[in-house]
């Protein structure tokens, strides 16, 4: 069964696609393997990414604002599966994660989260079945609805006893799962840690109106402000048991100022502001990290990208080890639509995308594990390849490389 899936974080840096071919070992149906056909990036238009910018906590949006940017949002994930299929070849299925535009957590309590991006126009585009919001069943139960990786992070890095693995993932946000060591899927510990790009960017953009600060080439030239820095790490979120979730609604634009206090949030200049924040996204990533006790640290997602942010990370972690989740053979780039595509195949066969606990909860705290997701069109999946084996839990993962398999960037 092939599988599209699509991504886009909070950083809105590139819509991430992965084509992947999954299928069943005769022999051991618990075995699941994923071949990945494609791993790549394709860009947002830039007018819908502007859009998307503009409305971004803080910033008020009414409803016909939300309404369009929920159609033109469907309109680029559909260019961006059209690009794809046609260049690497049909799919059976296409899962989606849309585009997270408000995720709402109240005294440590998701209440709601939305996801944009019209999955009818995907249906239009592509002639295929959409598998979409697949967060909301989570939260439904009483989960934070975040986040969705650990399913996949135990599946690929739970299975050594000797190893008890921080899988890292650094994006808008950043966000831990604690595998492996001798423990089993229940007892899998993850949760949203603090800020990954979410408060650098918005910094940037801010002064600049760039989206990044590539290479951290302006970081480097400014130096952390010690005051400024623990008055950030005094924040209450990082207090918060795991598992906790949180968004842009509180990594803000206004995030810094609200902390520190508008003056001197101001005084600022923008190299030690950029300086401030790596370190205290490194900080704060490396305190939560060794609170849990892991042997190494397994990292992806685009922050790791960021050459500063690494090496005060690695500074912070030692004697830790930091590891590129593709010294694995793990595609970093690639991890998260493999993520949503893994969820979309579970999904279409029934089987639960979240991992339960030891007494019944899943790892997001919800009341059980649940199936996630949503299908359009509603009899879509009547087609799809389908066997006893695809109902089998799924027990191992393993990745197949495929000689044919391209990452792209763009």
């Given at each position: 069964?092939k599988?599209?899936?699509?991504?886009?974080?909070?950083?809105?840096?590139?819509?991430?696609?992965?084509?992947?071919?999954?299928?069943?070992?005769?022999?051991?149906?618990?075995?699941?393997?994923?071949r990945?056909?494609?791993?790549?990036?394709?860009?947002?238009?830039?007018?819908?990414?502007?859009?998307?910018?503009?409305?971004?906590?803080?910033a008020?949006?009414?409803?016909?604002?939300?309404?369009?940017?929920?159609?033109?949002?469907?309109d680029?994930?559909?260019?961006?599966a059209?690009?794809?299929?046609?260049?690497?070849?049909?799919?059976?299925?296409?899962a989606?994660?849309?585009?997270?535009?408000?995720?709402?957590?109240?005294?440590g309590?998701?209440?709601?989260?939305?996801q944009?991006?019209?999955?009818?126009r995907?249906?239009?585009a592509?002639?295929?079945?959409v598998?979409?919001?697949?967060?909301?069943a989570?939260?439904?139960?009483?989960?934070?609805?975040?986040?969705?990786?650990?399913?996949l992070?135990?599946?690929?890095?739970?299975?050594?006893?000797?190893?008890?693995?921080?899988?890292?993932?650094?994006?808008?946000?950043?966000?831990?799962?604690?595998?492996?060591?001798?423990?089993?899927?229940?007892?899998?510990?993850?949760g949203?840690?603090?800020?990954?790009?979410?408060?650098?960017?918005a910094?940037?953009?801010?002064?600049t109106?760039?989206?990044?600060?590539?290479?951290?080439?302006?970081?480097?030239?400014?130096?952390?402000?010690?005051?400024?820095?623990?008055?950030?790490?005094?924040?209450?979120?990082?207090?918060?048991?795991?598992?906790?979730?949180?968004?842009?609604?509180h990594?803000?634009?206004?995030?810094?100022r609200?902390?520190?206090?508008?003056?001197?949030?101001?005084?600022?200049?923008?190299?030690?502001?950029?300086?401030?924040?790596?370190?205290?996204?490194?900080?704060?990533?490396?305190?939560?990290?060794?609170?849990?006790?892991?042997?190494?640290?397994?990292?992806?997602?685009?922050?790791?990208?960021?050459?500063?942010?690494?090496?005060?990370?690695?500074h912070?972690?030692?004697?830790?080890l930091?590891?590129?989740?593709?010294?694995?053979?793990?595609?970093?780039?690639?991890?998260?639509?493999?993520?949503i595509?893994?969820?979309?195949?579970?999904?279409?066969?029934?089987?639960?995308?979240?991992?339960?606990?030891?007494?019944?909860?899943?790892?997001?705290?919800?009341?059980?594990?649940?199936?996630?997701?949503?299908?359009?069109?509603?009899?879509?999946?009547?087609?799809?390849?389908?066997?006893?084996?695809?109902?089998?839990?799924?027990?191992?993962?393993?990745?197949v490389?495929?000689?044919?398999?391209?990452?792209?960037?763009?």
């Amino acid at each position: 069964m092939k599988v599209l899936g699509m991504m886009s974080g909070t950083s809105l840096d590139a819509i991430d696609v992965a084509l992947v071919e999954f299928a069943r070992d005769p022999a051991d149906p618990s075995l699941l393997t994923a071949r990945p056909l494609h791993l790549g990036e394709q860009p947002w238009p830039a007018a819908t990414r502007a859009s998307l910018r503009a409305v971004l906590p803080p910033a008020p949006a009414d409803v016909a604002t939300w309404s369009r940017l929920h159609a033109a949002v469907g309109d680029a994930f559909a260019a961006a599966a059209t690009a794809v299929l046609a260049e690497h070849g049909d799919a059976d299925l296409v899962a989606t994660h849309g585009q997270t535009v408000y995720h709402d957590v109240q005294d440590g309590r998701t209440l709601s989260t939305l996801q944009i991006g019209d999955p009818s126009r995907l249906v239009e585009a592509t002639g295929l079945p959409v598998i979409h919001d697949l967060r909301s069943a989570d939260v439904a139960a009483g989960g934070q609805g975040a986040p969705l990786a650990p399913l996949l992070d135990q599946l690929l890095l739970g299975g050594d006893p000797e190893e008890r693995t921080a899988v890292l993932n650094i994006g808008g946000i950043s966000n831990v799962s604690l595998v492996g060591g001798g423990s089993g899927p229940g007892e899998v510990i993850a949760g949203d840690i603090g800020p990954g790009n979410a408060l650098l960017d918005a910094a940037v953009h801010a002064a600049t109106g760039r989206a990044a600060d590539h290479d951290a080439l302006i970081a480097r030239t400014g130096t952390v402000d010690r005051p400024a820095l623990q008055a950030l790490l005094a924040d209450p979120f990082s207090a918060q048991p795991l598992p906790r979730s949180t968004g842009r609604e509180h990594y803000d634009g206004q995030y810094v100022r609200r902390l520190l206090g508008r003056d001197a949030a101001d005084a600022l200049a923008l190299p030690d502001l950029l300086a401030t924040l790596t370190e205290l996204t490194a900080v704060t990533i490396s305190q939560a990290i060794r609170e849990l006790g892991a042997s190494r640290v397994v990292a992806s997602g685009g922050g790791i990208r960021n050459p500063l942010l690494r090496e005060r990370l690695a500074h912070h972690l030692g004697p830790v080890l930091l590891l590129d989740a593709d010294e694995l053979g793990i595609p970093a780039d690639g991890k998260e639509a493999l993520l949503i595509a893994l969820l979309g195949y579970l999904g279409a066969h029934g089987l639960p995308g979240t991992l339960a606990g030891p007494d019944g909860p899943a790892h997001t705290g919800a009341r059980g594990p649940r199936v996630l997701g949503s299908l359009t069109p509603p009899r879509g999946l009547s087609a799809l390849p389908h066997g006893p084996a695809d109902e089998v839990p799924v027990g191992r993962f393993e990745i197949v490389p495929d000689r044919s398999t391209r990452t792209t960037h763009r």
